[in-house]
């Protein structure tokens, strides 16, 4: 799926669709913020605040260009979340998401139907998702607030509003907002998405090689003999990382999600220009992350130094908690250890030096619950090829395959070959 957009505009066939989600993050989200902050409880967890839009507007609404019905699910954790875990600015949110109604709609609805659009800027992703993956949020919330509160540094997707429009004809669609794991002022250079499963895990080779944007898979990454290059102290900390969000995913009995890799080679630059086609309609206010300090990145540097300080700290409990960074940036990435190098994690040497790569990494997708449905497939699948490395198996062993592939292809790891269905 190609990551550039198609702008949306009033001619656009979900231009009202657009504008009725906007509108509503606008007024649901400010209306929250506008309240004096208090402790969570739990029925915020629960909770479902309802507005009704009309052309005429009334005391909660003003009027609208249209009528429709929005929903904002637990607006207090997803608030708590955004400010507290996530580092994002209230207004700079707003803004972001609805300052201009354009957004741009990202490439064809995949297997799944969802729909994905970026911001202006391209800092969010709004993903519309199917009821069962919204009733699924709702119920695992706590679960992930939580996890989200103890791990600073989860490579989880970044929850950031979960919401639904009612349109008057009925028509229900739920989305949330997430971090977009690219960022705007880079070239990705190659995107993969790793499952740990290879059977049929393979973007053509030959399609490849014509299209830079491609998502290519495990069996491309393996087949093209891919190593992450990090250092012993990126892959370690990344490792227990990955860890830990995998055993919570385990324990929340999903499967099927993956761990989405961009990267970016730097010497080659941003010369290819992949997306200046979105980045000219989305100016001027485009690069949002902005590092002062990127170069200066040896041992001594501030994040190399947090880096050794995390390492240190035998208690595995505190991993990313005790890094302290310089606030002088702007922009929320800079407070997570993963995305500190230019929005993303410098590739570095066995002597933990610099090399020329950024990844961009993430795990994305984690809204599927190893349902019925998937337990079918995974029959189905299995009676074709290896119960085992089909990509449908049951959410343990699929966290299980799913953190080995991963420790595998990291640099010093055995690499992902015995993945490989025979
Ligand atoms: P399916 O269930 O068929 O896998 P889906 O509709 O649930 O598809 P995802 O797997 O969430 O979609 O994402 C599809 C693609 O969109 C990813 O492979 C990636 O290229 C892009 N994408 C998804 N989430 C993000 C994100 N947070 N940042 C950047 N790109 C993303
Ligand atoms: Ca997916
Ligand atoms: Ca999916």
Redesign the pocket.
Known sequence: ?P?VGNLIGEDHVNYVLMYNMLTGIRIAVSRCQAKIRRELTDEDFTACHKYSFDIVGNELTPSAKYDFKFKDYSPWVFRDLREDYFHLDPADYLLSLTAKYILSELGSP???G?F?YFSRDYRF?I?TIHHSEHKFLRSILKKYYEHVKHNPHTLL?RFYGLHRVKLPHGRKIHFVI?????PAHKDIHE?Y?LKGSTVGREYPEDKASKNPRA?LKDLNWINRGKTLELGPEKRALLTEQLRRDSELLKQLHVM?Y?L?VGIHNMERGNRDNVRSNTLKVFSPEMPLIRRKHTQSKGASSPDAIAMRRIMRESDPQKLGVAVQLPDSDTGERQHFLFYQDDGGLRATNERNGDLDVIYYL?V??ILTPYTSFKKVEHFWKGLQADRHKISPVPPFEYGERFFSFMKAIMRGGEGGARFKAE
């Open positions: 799926r990551l995949g297997k799944s969802s994905f992703i993903k997707s997430m971090n977009n794991l690219f995107t998405d998502v099927d993956s989405l993430g994305i997708d």
